[in-house]
C-alpha cells in the first residue's frame, strides 16, 4: 500500500475543489482506493489531499500523469506543492 500527501497553496478553494471533483475518473483509472480532503485550520487556501494506491508505482504515475498536471494549473495550484509518498 502507499499514501500520496499533496498539500497545495491554492488561489480559489471552491475553484480548486470544483477540479479536484472533477477527477474522479481519472482517480479510478490509476488506482486510488481512497482519498479525503483537508483544509490547513488556521488558512483555508492551503490544502491536503491524501490518496491511498495499491503501489508506489501507481501513485507516481497518478501524480505526473498529463490530466492531472493540467487539473493543477487550472485550479490555481500556487508555487511548488509539497508532495510526499509513504509506503
Do not use: C
Not at 19 to 48: C, F, K, M, T
Amino acid at each position: 500500500m502507499a499514501l500520496l500527501a499533496v498539500q497545495h497553496t491554492v488561489d480559489d478553494v471552491g475553484i480548486w475543489r470544483q477540479i479536484y471533483d472533477s477527477l474522479e475518473e481519472v482517480q479510478r483509472d490509476w488506482g486510488v482506493i481512497d482519498a479525503s480532503v483537508h483544509q490547513l485550520a488556521n488558512a483555508p487556501d492551503v490544502v491536503l489531499v491524501i490518496r491511498h494506491f495499491a503501489t508506489v508505482a501507481q501513485a507516481h504515475g497518478f501524480l505526473t500523469s498529463r490530466e492531472v498536471q493540467a487539473a493543477m494549473k487550472q485550479a490555481g495550484v500556487r508555487g511548488v506543492s509539497r508532495v510526499e509518498i509513504y509506503v
